[in-house]
């Protein structure tokens, strides 16, 4: 009976100790280690220690005290021996760096579906005609325009084939001719609001789910046919039982789960380009895919886009509209919202002939003003106003549509992308250099210089008098800010993009529409309203009160200052060190010097305390030089191994 409770103890003891000495190893290191490894290390020191007792002890029986020396020993250097090899270890293989049971398996079903998802995308690119650019080698006989356009259809005939992120994706970069050569934008422009429609099934199917309800229960009628079909939704023309004519906007079932698996790989890719190419650092390829990711995934929340939808209303001009929405029935997958009666601009050429030239300017002026209102003055602007958003109705007004993308800008930004603009329009490059180098994040060091000489040069090409002078402005002062390594924050991109994006739309309804001109007289306009009187009085007000405490303590200190210089008392008292991030840097720094000095002495002595012969005796066959000498020697490694551990984890973290 004895025996077999000493077997059925051995299993809770084993445990007990384990956790124990992995406690004083951490302990020791001061470090937190993962609960695996420190457990590992532990069964290696019993392991260890029992050798090692084992050798030390010999054939001979020892008394009693000699024996307890033996086993502290042994258990000490057991232990120095787990130490390194964790520090080892964290060396090789930081901890944290390999993933646990359950996040091996996910992470195993998730490479997995990558996997396909490459192959797939793979097999696209090949299908039509991409296969020979897979292979990294430098292809020629790109240089005519003939061979681009060819290449570009291959590309937005991929990018259509692989679903709803490249297809968005290719709808950013169609307005980037900063990045890409004109035949590409203007191919990937034909992706917008093309998708081919999923079912009807699957839409009742969605319809129901978000609604709670029949779909009959809310509608009158909807129709099966959707009116459009876009990469992340479709829209179908209902009314309710009321009898109000809305379009529903109803999400792509299942969209979600694809976005978040593209995107996974476009930050993957976007990764390792920036690591691995110049131009991939140069553009910030990691920060535009964050950028792009988190605008994609908005753009799937559709009680965002209600919001928006709510707030721009309330800044637009006479002859510019905004669907009302149907809140109660929307969610995050459907959007009810009135029904605008017109042609998309993409397909209203006809209907844009026939209007006389001075109304489809005074169209295209408006445009152009609430776009300024949204951006300069409101800090909420549509982000891409492209033909298939904007609606043209009987009347020749203009409605515009699709607000799941919406930039916000800041007040400060706002000052300074209308200081840009002002002098852009006026020629002004220093003014222009000073409001761009406030809108971007500025490296190091920076050639103003050259970047004044940038804008100027383009000032002199793009501002000239002419209906086409602007159209390449904002895609040229992207290019110099590119050359010049300057960081564009992502909403300054997206108003860049959004301005890129109106001139085409602009110079499709008027094509004499003089750009330049009328942004610098809209520009005007509003220099005229904030100097107006009412506007400077309540802007003076503003700055009095924030500054009125200031004013009530300054003289009373400007007082104290000049009876201190004029008694000779009048002193500066800097603080050193006063940022508690500061101290804590320079304590720790102080800490491991300290502790890699006493290591390093304690190391010396034990070698000396080894080194000397003869001296007293604890038992017949320990000396007490040799005890000391190894308690030194186990000081001096635990203090050394602590100072590697913290050296590999600032490695790392760096």
């Known amino acids: 009976m004895p025996t077999a409770v000493a077997h059925v103890l ?54 009693t005290g000699t024996a307890l020396l033996l086993m502290l020993l042994a258990v000490c250097c057991a232990s120095l021996l787990s130490m390194i090899v964790l520090v080892v270890a964290e060396a090789i293989v930081p901890d944290g760096s390999l993933p646990g049971p359950l996040e091996l398996w996910r992470g195993w079903r998730a490479q997995r579906s990558r996997t396909r998802r490459y192959w797939q995308i793979v097999r696209i690119a090949v299908r039509h005609g991409l296969g020979r650019f897979l292979r990294g080698q430098r292809h020629d006989g790109l240089e005519s325009v003939a061979a681009r356009r060819r290449l570009a259809v291959s590309v937005r005939q991929a990018l259509d084939d692989g679903g709803v992120t490249f297809v968005k994706l290719g709808q950013q970069l169609s307005t980037r001719r900063d990045v890409l050569p004109g035949e590409f934008a203007e191919e990937l422009a034909r992706l917008q609001d093309q998708a081919a429609p999923v079912s009807w099934a699957q839409i009742t199917a969605v319809l129901r789910a978000e609604l709670g309800r029949p779909v009959e229960e809310v509608f009158a009628h909807v129709e099966a046919a959707p009116l459009a079909a876009a990469s992340v939704a479709q829209v179908h023309a209902a009314r309710l039982l009321d009898g109000a004519e809305v379009v529903v906007k109803v999400q792509r079932p299942g969209i979600a789960e694809v976005v978040d698996r593209d ?14 190419t110049r131009w991939g650092a140069a553009l910030g390829l990691r920060d535009l895919a964050q950028g792009f990711a988190d605008a994609l995934r908005e753009e799937l929340d559709f009680r965002i886009e209600l919001e928006n939808l709510a707030a721009v209303a309330t800044t637009q001009p006479a002859g510019i509209r905004v669907p009302a929405a149907h809140a109660p029935l929307c969610g995050p997958r459907l959007l009810v919202m009135e029904k605008l009666t017109g042609t998309p601009l993409s397909a209203a050429g006809p209907a844009l002939g026939a209007l006389p030239d001075g109304r489809r300017r005074e169209i295209a002026a408006t445009l152009l003003e609430a776009m300024m209102s949204q951006v300069l003055q409101y800090g909420l602007f549509h982000v891409d106003l492209h033909p298939g958003n904007i609606l043209l109705t009987a009347s020749g007004d203009l409605g515009l ?18 200081r840009l603009l002002a002098a852009l329009g006026g020629s002004d490059s220093v003014t222009a250099t000073d409001a761009l180098l406030e809108l971007v994040d500025r490296p190091a060091e920076v050639d103003e210089r050259e970047l004044e000489r940038g804008l100027g040069a383009l000032m002199v090409r793009y501002t000239a008098p002419g209906p086409t002078a602007g159209l390449a402005a904002f895609p040229a002062v992207l290019k110099l800010v590119i050359a010049h390594r300057l960081a564009i924050p992502p909403q300054v991109a997206a108003a860049f993009r959004a301005f890129a994006t109106l001139e085409g739309t602009l110079t499709l309804i008027a094509p004499d529409f003089d750009l330049i001109a009328e942004a610098r007289a809209a520009g005007g306009r509003r220099l005229a309203e904030a100097a107006t009187p009412e506007r400077l009085r309540r802007t ?3 700055e009095l009160i924030s500054l009125l405490p200031l004013l009530r303590r300054l003289p009373r200190r400007v007082d104290r200052a000049l009876a201190a210089a004029e008694h000779g008392r009048l002193s500066v008292n800097v603080r050193l060190l006063a940022d508690h991030g500061d101290r804590r840097y320079v304590t720790g720094l102080l800490h491991q010097v300290l502790l890699a000095v006493i290591g390093s002495a304690s190391g010396l002595m034990a070698v000396l305390l080894l080194g000397l012969p003869g001296g007293p005796r604890l038992t017949p066959s320990i000396e007490l030089y040799a005890v000391l000498g190894y308690a030194l020697l186990i000081v001096a490694v635990i203090l050394v191994l602590r100072v590697l551990v913290v050296i590999f984890r600032h490695d790392r973290a760096g």
Not at 404 to 414: K, N
């Open 263 to 276: 995107l996974d790989i476009l930050h993957r890719l976007a990764r390792t380009l920036e690591a691995r």
């Open 540 to 542: 003076a007000e503003h």
């Open 10 to 63: 051995v299993v809770p003891i084993m445990i007990v100790t384990v956790l124990a000495f992995g406690a004083v190893i951490r302990r020791l290191l001061g470090v937190r280690v993962g609960l695996v490894r420190t457990g590992l290390a532990a069964v290696l020191a019993i392991w260890v220690a029992g050798r090692i007792m084992l050798a030390l002890a010999g054939p001979e029986p020892a008394d």
């Open 401 to 418: 549509l699709d607000f799941g993308s919406v930039g916000r800008l800041d007040a400060t930004t706002r000052l300074a992308l209308g």
